[in-house]
């Protein structure tokens, strides 16, 4: 059998056509590794959970095949995971606010943007859908001084940069494609580097309303429910454009796919621990359930056979790729959200908008920056 042309086959798999799709760049480079089984040639990867309860991931797609791997632009991505951010407590919202400050100050500093270059934040999304709002909830909350700078210049103190702020709405709203408004203001005001902000998709319920990603690739309005609009980026920009974006939503087949794995994680560490009492094991030494499940954690094949049948046996790509395929012709593979998402966009709105403004300004810091958010 020739070995290294399947292995060739293997590499050349494109994943931007899947149907399942996803906005963060963590997911598309797992998503590529499952295929793939080895590391991806022009992509650098680097972990950090060096904070309790905190995974940053640093994801650098540095060349045009790597990024045509992974359905991703070359450039660079942070992802910050917090598992209790969903809980809407204000302890590790602060706690997320201060890594998210840290983060995106050196990510400023990684693109060569100083305290003196100007800002445009734009807060795209429908600020009459709660999940899609995220966008014009941190623009609401956001530290604008660019007028000051004109009319009251005697006001602004050290460690102040001129910041402006818009959001735009939605094409359905306005009628008005949201990167020609960016366009026109862009022209006009004149900013060194814009900021976008944006409700994403994810491939994994584990993801939502606990992620947070930067990137430094720009950013395609309505693409996380699958709508073609022109990108805003550096390219049709002509500045350093960074995309701030939180999953909110996921698909119904994600659920079901899921749902699936949850039960087999759940019979398989259910097989785990019966075989631990019957060796009379003690029961501190049980291991804690988590999320998500791993492959490790799952029932061998032959007992997913029996639990789940076919399907239980699939692997994980034709697993997703079945359900879709079904739900599709029925009209049910709905875009979802969790109920509590009131509550989460009002609190992840003001860590990412507190992070901002401590990073944008440097006369705001633990002490003040309060009295910046409504």
């Known amino acids: 059998m020739e070995k290294g042309a399947d292995e060739k086959m293997e590499h050349d798999i494109d994943l931007s056509g899947y149907s399942i799709r996803t906005d963060l760049a963590v997911e598309a480079h797992e998503l590529a590794r499952q295929h793939n089984e080895s590391d991806i040639p022009g992509v650098w990867l680097q972990a950090d959970n060096s904070e309790p309860g905190i995974l940053v991931t640093r994801l650098h797609v540095q060349t045009e095949e790597a990024g045509k791997t992974l359905g991703k632009l070359p450039g ?29 100050g050196r990510f400023l500093k990684e693109l060569g943007i100083t305290e003196e270059h100007k800002a445009l934040v734009v807060g795209l999304g429908n600020w009459n859908v709660t999940p899609d709002a995220l966008g014009p909830m941190v623009v ?15 006001t602004v103190g050290d460690g102040y940069r001129p910041v402006s702020a818009l959001s735009p709405g939605v094409l359905g709203i306005t009628g008005i494609e949201t990167s020609e408004i960016v366009f026109g203001v862009v022209e006009k005001s004149k900013p060194d580097f814009v900021i976008c902000v944006d409700a994403l998709a994810s491939r994994a319920l584990h993801r939502v309303n606990t992620t947070i990603q930067i990137s430094d690739t720009g950013i395609h309005p309505g693409s996380g429910v699958g709508n073609k609009r022109k990108a805003i ?5 002509g500045i350093p454009v960074i995309a701030i974006g939180v999953p909110t939503v996921v698909f119904a087949s994600t659920i079901v796919n ?18 631990r009492a019957f060796n009379k094991l003690s ?37 997703r790729q079945l359900i879709h395929e079904v739900l599709r012709p029925l009209g049910q593979d709905l875009i979802v959200t969790p109920k509590e998402v009131d509550d989460f966009i009002e609190g992840v709105s003001n860590v990412i908008a507190t992070g901002l403004n401590r990073s944008l300004h440097r006369a705001v810091d633990e002490e003040n920056s309060a009295a910046y958010t409504h």
């Open 258 to 275: 899921d749902a699936i794995t949850y039960l087999l994680g759940h019979f398989g560490q259910s097989m785990a621990e019966s075989k």
């Open 140 to 154: 609401e909350n956001l530290l604008v001084t660019r007028h000051l700078y004109t009319i009251a210049p005697e």
């Open 76 to 104: 660079r991505y942070l992802t910050i995971e917090v598992p209790k951010l969903r809980n809407n407590d204000t302890s590790v919202e602060e706690q997320v606010t201060r890594r998210f400050t840290v983060e995106f």
């Open 233 to 237: 980026d550096q390219e049709t920009l």
């Open 283 to 319: 029961m501190s030494t049980l291991p804690e359930r988590k999320e998500p499940y791993t492959e490790e954690d799952l029932p061998d094949m032959e007992s997913r056979k029996t639990f789940m049948g076919l399907v239980g046996s699939l692997p994980e790509e034709e697993k």
